[in-house]
């Protein structure tokens, strides 16, 4: 009963979806994995088209702007890569090519453009398999160097103290950068594989060799291993900043980084389970601190009142501890809908979820695991799914990532020759952009928003948008011609700066 009374008194339960106000800014991700899929590898390539418009335009229902998509799963590629083989999750067959040179990658980086999401490109940085019965292509980086790889449990990995394969990876980044048009690339949880009671990661061969170069004593394995993930993350967002610096770099840590007990100075979080920083030797707030990476979504896949990891705790500390960059709150879809709020029984966790991270400052969006089970609704009944809850309450309108001015705080041109005009294929609003489309500083995608006769111009409020749109052409929803409304255009940069005030045209529809 203390505890209602005091988030009672502190506004922060809602006895309506609608009791915030939709936010017109607001990351909303969502994770496709192939890792464990196989659906891929019995679909050719128009069959996989296929199934790639229907998820994204189902995406789209719920007003998803942005994908996480596995581009790189066990070091193999879901694209034309000459560093590393094709995915066995592709074709079944680790370099194996898919028929017709078909490029996965390629294909849903233009889908999902066209719908005006962003594309991040998903690399496991340091898995090589997934299981023991993962059978390595011969031309696969393992069977030419053995030596760089360690063998733990029944997955192999890159073994993160060799400078070379850090080498590597930067190179995989900066070929995918140069020949593919991502808006961010984006790193999971996997980074020292998380730990198995009884067995030793054996890289003390690599320990040997660099600790004491690197400033390192016999007695600081943990912190040279910490050093190593350092090194890697630093030297990818020195690689992305080289090559295309408007590219963002993201990270999706495990929702733990220490436990309250676990730190000298308290300043872990009041939980107990696997830690980013002492297990995962990840040290995701140095990273965000240093402006390595430019947002963190954390994976708080636990339910409210979780005994071991709270998500109302979890979700409160990663914001006192954010600096740099955006902050989004991984979500878990099934456990969020199969599991019950404390406080009302009867309904699933969802709304106060949302909630919380519209209601606590600082908390950019969030990110869905998994788009399969999003678009699934995460439920057997369809009225308490997650899709219909987010099309109803939560994700009504479309939303515009929230602005990186800390990369670039300008706004771009606004659009000219804003017409309206008849064709043969219906009524259009036309208009021209203003700058060169391969200047990330010039409009990227454009904001059409509708009002009626008379009604305040007001750009703030996302139920205005009638569509979010990398075309210049618009089609009217024309009908007698009898009623004005006013069309607004505005221009977005890649880094979602928007004009302030665009170009407006009064049509009669």
């Not at 984006?186 to 594989?193: G, I, K, L, Q």
């Amino acid at each position: 009963m203390k505890r209602l009374i005091i988030l009672l008194l502190t506004g922060i339960i809602s006895f309506s979806a609608f009791s915030q106000p939709f936010p017109k800014r607001e990351f909303r991700g969502a994770w496709i994995h192939v890792v464990a899929q196989n659906q891929y590898r019995n679909m050719s390539p128009q069959e996989m088209k296929q199934y790639f418009i229907n998820l994204l335009d189902s995406l789209q229902l719920l007003n998803v702007n942005a994908i996480i998509f596995q581009v790189r799963p066990t070091a193999d590629a879901f694209y034309y890569s000459n560093l590393e083989p094709w995915s066995q999750y592709l074709t079944g067959t680790q370099g194996k090519a898919p028929e017709d040179n078909f490029d996965p990658m390629a294909f849903v980086i233009e889908e999902a453009h066209k719908r005006a999401m962003e594309f991040h490109a998903w690399l496991n940085p340091y898995r090589v398999t997934y299981s023991s019965n993962d059978v390595l292509c011969p031309e696969h980086l393992y069977n030419r160097y053995p030596e760089r790889f360690i063998r733990y449990g029944k997955q192999l990995y890159f073994d993160p103290g060799l400078p070379e394969n850090r080498e590597h990876l930067c190179k995989v980044v900066k070929d995918i950068l140069s020949r593919y048009d991502v808006d961010a690339i984006h790193f999971d949880d996997y980074f020292y594989p998380y730990p198995i009671n009884g067995e030793k990661f054996h890289d003390e061969n690599s320990f040997r060799r660099y600790a004491a170069l690197q400033g390192f004593n016999s007695s600081q394995l943990d912190d040279w291993r910490r050093n190593n993930v350092n090194l890697l993350i630093e030297q990818i967002k020195h690689t992305i900043m080289a090559t295309k610096p408007w590219v963002r770099f993201g990270v999706s840590p495990f929702g733990i980084y220490r436990n309250k007990k676990n730190t000298p100075d308290g300043s872990g979080s009041d939980t107990n389970g696997i830690q980013c920083y002492d297990d995962l030797y990840a040290d995701v707030l140095l990273w965000m601190q240093k402006g390595w990476i430019d947002y963190c979504a954390p994976q708080i896949y636990w339910e409210i009142g979780h005994p071991n990891a709270d998500y109302d705790t979890l979700i409160r500390w990663w914001r006192r501890q954010h600096r740099i960059g955006q902050l989004y709150v991984g979500q878990d879809v099934e456990r969020t809908m199969k599991s019950s709020d404390p406080l009302f029984p009867t309904r699933n966790q969802l709304p106060q979820k949302m909630e919380l991270e519209r209601t606590i400052h600082g908390i950019d969006g969030n990110c869905w695991w998994s788009a399969y089970s999003l678009i699934g609704n995460g439920s057997s009944s369809p009225d308490t799914g997650i899709a219909d809850s987010l099309r109803r309450n939560y994700q009504t309108y479309p939303a515009l990532i929230p602005a990186y001015t800390y990369l670039h705080n300008k706004t771009p041109k606004d659009v000219k020759s804003l017409n309206a005009e008849w064709t043969p294929w219906g009524y259009f609003l036309n208009w021209k952009r203003n700058g060169d489309p391969q200047d990330p500083e010039k409009a990227q995608y454009y904001v059409i928003y509708r009002f009626n006769k008379g009604e305040k111009t007001q750009l703030n409020d996302p139920s205005k948008i009638a569509s979010v749109t990398k075309s210049t052409l618009f089609l009217l929803p024309y009908e007698k011609g009898t009623t004005k409304y006013k069309y607004v255009v505005t221009s977005v940069d890649r880094f979602h700066n928007e004009t302030k005030k665009g170009k407006s045209k009064t049509v009669k529809l």
